[in-house]
Protein backbone atom coordinates (compact mmCIF):
# COMPACT_ATOMS: atom_id res chain seq x y z
CA UNK A 1 0.00 0.00 0.00
CA UNK A 2 2.87 2.65 0.90
CA UNK A 3 5.01 1.48 -1.81
CA UNK A 4 2.27 1.44 -4.32
CA UNK A 5 0.34 4.63 -4.16
CA UNK A 6 1.86 6.78 -0.91
CA UNK A 7 5.67 6.82 -1.64
CA UNK A 8 5.13 8.46 -5.11
CA UNK A 9 2.67 11.41 -3.65
CA UNK A 10 5.17 11.61 -0.73
CA UNK A 11 8.24 12.00 -3.27
CA UNK A 12 6.38 15.04 -5.10
CA UNK A 13 5.44 16.32 -1.97
CA UNK A 14 8.66 16.32 -0.08
CA UNK A 15 11.41 15.14 -1.79
CA UNK A 16 13.17 11.81 -1.53
CA UNK A 17 16.33 12.92 0.87
CA UNK A 18 13.41 13.63 3.45
CA UNK A 19 11.49 10.40 2.80
CA UNK A 20 15.37 8.38 3.45
CA UNK A 21 15.38 10.50 6.81
CA UNK A 22 11.67 9.40 7.66
CA UNK A 23 11.76 6.14 6.77
CA UNK A 24 15.04 5.59 8.68
CA UNK A 25 13.82 6.69 11.66
CA UNK A 26 10.65 5.03 11.51
CA UNK A 27 12.75 1.90 11.22
CA UNK A 28 14.65 2.91 14.12
CA UNK A 29 11.55 3.11 16.27
CA UNK A 30 9.58 0.33 15.16
CA UNK A 31 13.34 -2.13 16.44
CA UNK A 32 12.66 -0.45 19.66
CA UNK A 33 9.32 -1.00 19.63
CA UNK A 34 9.60 -5.05 18.57
CA UNK A 35 12.50 -4.45 21.46
CA UNK A 36 9.80 -4.33 24.04
CA UNK A 37 8.15 -6.77 22.85
CA UNK A 38 10.59 -8.64 25.29
CA UNK A 39 9.92 -6.81 28.32
CA UNK A 40 6.35 -6.96 27.65
CA UNK A 41 5.73 -10.32 25.66
CA UNK A 42 2.77 -9.27 23.81
CA UNK A 43 1.58 -10.10 20.49
CA UNK A 44 0.44 -6.73 19.51
CA UNK A 45 3.61 -5.25 20.68
CA UNK A 46 4.98 -7.19 18.20
CA UNK A 47 2.60 -6.40 15.14
CA UNK A 48 2.77 -2.64 15.70
CA UNK A 49 6.70 -2.89 15.97
CA UNK A 50 6.80 -4.62 12.47
CA UNK A 51 4.25 -2.62 10.93
CA UNK A 52 6.12 0.72 12.06
CA UNK A 53 9.10 -1.20 10.38
CA UNK A 54 7.59 -2.16 7.36
CA UNK A 55 6.40 1.58 6.81
CA UNK A 56 9.50 2.71 7.36
CA UNK A 57 11.36 0.26 4.97
CA UNK A 58 8.48 1.07 2.53
CA UNK A 59 9.54 5.22 2.46
CA UNK A 60 13.30 4.64 2.35
CA UNK A 61 13.90 1.82 -0.37
CA UNK A 62 12.33 3.03 -3.27
CA UNK A 63 13.58 6.88 -2.13
CA UNK A 64 17.27 5.92 -1.34
CA UNK A 65 17.46 3.55 -5.00
CA UNK A 66 15.82 7.20 -6.35
CA UNK A 67 18.71 9.29 -4.92
CA UNK A 68 21.57 6.27 -6.08
CA UNK A 69 20.06 7.00 -9.29
CA UNK A 70 19.90 10.92 -9.53
CA UNK A 71 22.87 11.82 -7.86
CA UNK A 72 25.01 9.12 -10.65
CA UNK A 73 26.42 10.33 -13.61
CA UNK A 74 24.12 8.92 -16.18
CA UNK A 75 27.38 6.96 -17.92
CA UNK A 76 27.53 5.35 -14.46
CA UNK A 77 23.94 4.29 -13.03
CA UNK A 78 23.94 0.92 -13.52
CA UNK A 79 27.42 0.69 -11.68
CA UNK A 80 26.58 2.77 -9.16
CA UNK A 81 22.92 1.19 -8.65
CA UNK A 82 24.94 -2.59 -8.51
CA UNK A 83 26.95 -1.17 -6.02
CA UNK A 84 24.47 -0.02 -4.28
CA UNK A 85 22.80 -3.10 -3.88
CA UNK A 86 25.84 -5.31 -3.66
CA UNK A 87 26.78 -3.01 -0.25
CA UNK A 88 23.36 -3.65 0.74
CA UNK A 89 23.78 -7.39 0.30
CA UNK A 90 27.34 -7.35 2.79
CA UNK A 91 24.82 -5.50 4.56
CA UNK A 92 22.55 -8.43 5.02
CA UNK A 93 25.40 -10.78 5.25
CA UNK A 94 27.48 -9.17 8.27
CA UNK A 95 24.89 -7.13 9.98
CA UNK A 96 22.98 -10.66 11.38
CA UNK A 97 26.60 -12.22 12.46
CA UNK A 98 26.77 -9.05 13.96
CA UNK A 99 23.77 -9.04 15.70
CA UNK A 100 24.19 -12.49 16.74
CA UNK A 101 27.36 -11.64 18.80
CA UNK A 102 25.06 -9.09 20.33
CA UNK A 103 22.49 -11.05 21.13
CA UNK A 104 24.95 -13.17 23.26
CA UNK A 105 24.74 -10.15 25.84
CA UNK A 106 21.32 -9.52 26.03
CA UNK A 107 18.32 -10.50 23.66
CA UNK A 108 17.07 -6.94 23.24
CA UNK A 109 20.60 -5.43 21.83
CA UNK A 110 20.21 -6.08 18.42
CA UNK A 111 17.29 -4.31 18.28
CA UNK A 112 18.44 -0.99 20.03
CA UNK A 113 21.96 -1.56 18.68
CA UNK A 114 20.21 -1.62 15.02
CA UNK A 115 18.16 1.43 16.06
CA UNK A 116 21.22 3.59 17.17
CA UNK A 117 22.66 2.78 13.69
CA UNK A 118 19.99 3.88 11.90
CA UNK A 119 18.91 7.22 14.19
CA UNK A 120 23.20 8.04 13.18
CA UNK A 121 22.29 7.19 9.14
CA UNK A 122 19.15 9.21 9.70
CA UNK A 123 21.11 12.41 11.40
CA UNK A 124 23.95 11.80 8.73
CA UNK A 125 21.44 11.79 5.45
CA UNK A 126 19.88 15.02 7.27
CA UNK A 127 23.82 16.62 7.00
CA UNK A 128 23.65 15.63 3.22
CA UNK A 129 23.31 18.20 0.31
CA UNK A 130 21.82 16.11 -2.22
CA UNK A 131 21.68 17.82 -6.00
CA UNK A 132 18.37 16.31 -6.49
CA UNK A 133 17.07 18.33 -3.61
CA UNK A 134 18.51 21.05 -5.21
CA UNK A 135 15.66 23.14 -7.14
CA UNK A 136 17.87 24.80 -9.48
CA UNK A 137 21.77 24.29 -8.31
CA UNK A 138 24.44 26.71 -7.97
CA UNK A 139 24.49 30.47 -9.01
CA UNK A 140 27.26 32.43 -10.25
CA UNK A 141 28.17 35.43 -8.49
CA UNK A 142 25.75 37.39 -11.19
CA UNK A 143 22.90 35.70 -9.76
CA UNK A 144 21.93 34.05 -13.05
CA UNK A 145 21.59 30.27 -13.14
Same mark, same amino acid.
Given at each position: ?31 ? $?? !? #? ?6 ? %???? *?? =? +? ?44 ? $?? !? #? ?6 ? %???? *?? =? +? ?30
Amino acid at each position: MVQGGLVGRFSRLVGEGPLCVIGLFCVAAGAL $VT !A #GSARLPLL %TILV *VG =G +AIHAFGRSLFQPSISALVSRNSPEALQGTSLGLYQGVGTLGRVVGP $VI !A #GLVYENHM %TLPW *VV =G +ALLLVIAAIWMLRLRLPADVSVGPKDHSGEV
